[in-house]
């Protein structure tokens, strides 16, 4: 391979990447997206396999790269199209354990460096859990270098055989990072109007935001909203998303009387959170989750399962609970809210917990710098 350089300078080619996603992940794709307009502002030819509709959603296209149309699937089809897309890439980079496995076939006999980003980890038991380390131990032993968004993730990676694996530095992409006071000509009054418009006047509001699946511990959220019903004025709970639980927490909701609202998939979220009064995670895992980050940035106490990736990305900035008991959950939220002086404190120490955290800039010198790393040429003997 000749020498390459983002900066192709003397003549040399510049660096050309391939980026692989699956389609399936909001945080992995954005990231992508983030680390593509990086890239090429550094004068690397960048090329996204993806889903048409990950194209849509994401623009990668928007911020210089190329985009090539992969399905979310190993088929051979989707395999060969993969494989003729990175027939040029002195890098191929998957994110995600699906599409870093439709990597590891197309690069079969080829000695192009891979590198996987392990952003989450899967959820899954039974059978369907023993397929996914099957594939996990597949992928990690044919990277040429894992990183892992989390500690526990690149642990997970060494324990399935990887024989380089690294701490990624991960930044919250998009505009809400550092955009976090919108609606500057009036926004009491946008936040009491949305308060208004949630059922929440002269009430707390308190946020959950995520899927609506088992995952997320949200049967445990209605547990501890029970006990909620007994202070005055009684919380109100509201979670944005959607998933295959919603009937039956629905129904819980409407049966026992709950202070839960289901609001579905949102598109504002940030809005949402300069209404809240508390921010609730409650999943049984979690990477370096989006929503908390979110949180922080927006100065909202956060009370959050301690989980994954959670504790080291928070830090002393939020009240950590165990996953799974709703006395503990219910009684952190019980304190918050009866301690405006503790609330306080927390906001300071999300606006410093936050202000550490990296950003766009440093993951893609970081990414750039492994890059480097694995494409530069042999030193002559």
Not at 159 to 166: E, I, N, P, T
Request: proline fraction near 7%.
């Amino acid at each position: 391979m000749s020498p390459v350089s983002s900066n192709a300078p003397h003549g040399q080619s510049p660096l050309r990447t391939v980026q692989v996603v699956g389609g399936g992940n909001a945080s992995s794709s954005a990231h992508v997206r983030s680390l593509a307009a990086g890239l090429v502002a550094r004068g690397v030819r960048v090329t996204v396999c993806a889903p048409e509709e990950a194209d849509r959603a994401y623009d990668f296209t928007g911020v210089g790269a190329d985009h090539v149309h992969v399905p979310r699937s190993s088929d051979p089809a989707s395999v060969a199209a993969l494989r003729a897309a990175c027939s040029q890439a002195h890098l191929v980079h998957a994110h995600g354990l699906h599409a870093s496995f439709r990597a590891v076939l197309a690069l079969r006999g080829r000695r192009t460096p891979l590198v996987v980003t392990w952003h989450n980890r899967a959820l899954e038991q039974g059978a369907r859990a023993h397929f996914l380390r099957l594939l996990e131990r597949r992928v990690v032993k044919a990277a040429t270098v894992v990183l892992g968004t989390t500690s526990d993730l690149v642990d997970r990676a060494r324990r399935a055989g990887a024989r380089d694996a690294r701490l990624a530095a991960t930044a919250l992409p998009g505009p809400s990072r550092g955009d976090t006071c919108p609606g500057h000509d009036d926004p009491e009054g946008r936040r009491a109007k949305l308060r208004a418009e949630l059922g929440a006047t002269g009430r707390p509001l308190l946020l959950a935001v995520g899927s609506l699946d088992r995952h997320r511990g949200y049967e445990y959220l209605l547990d501890a909203a029970g006990s909620w019903r007994r202070l005055d004025p009684v919380p109100l709970i509201v979670v944005a998303g959607e998933g295959p639980l919603r009937a039956t927490l629905q129904r819980r909701i409407e049966d026992e009387e709950l202070p839960v609202r289901l609001l579905g998939v949102r598109d504002d979220v940030h809005r949402l959170l300069t209404a809240a009064d508390l921010a609730l995670v409650t999943s049984s895992w979690e990477p370096r989750s989006v929503f908390a980050q979110e949180a922080l940035l927006a100065r909202v106490p956060l009370v959050a399962t301690a989980v994954g990736g959670v504790p080291d990305l928070v830090g002393d900035a939020a009240e950590l609970v165990p996953y799974g008991d709703p006395p503990a959950l219910a009684g952190a939220v019980v304190r918050l809210l009866a301690d405006p002086g503790r609330r306080e404190l927390l906001r300071a120490r999300g606006a410093a917990q936050a202000a550490g955290w990296p950003t766009e800039d440093e993951t893609v010198a970081q990414v750039l710098s492994v890059y480097d790393e694995l494409t530069e040429p042999a030193s002559p003997l």
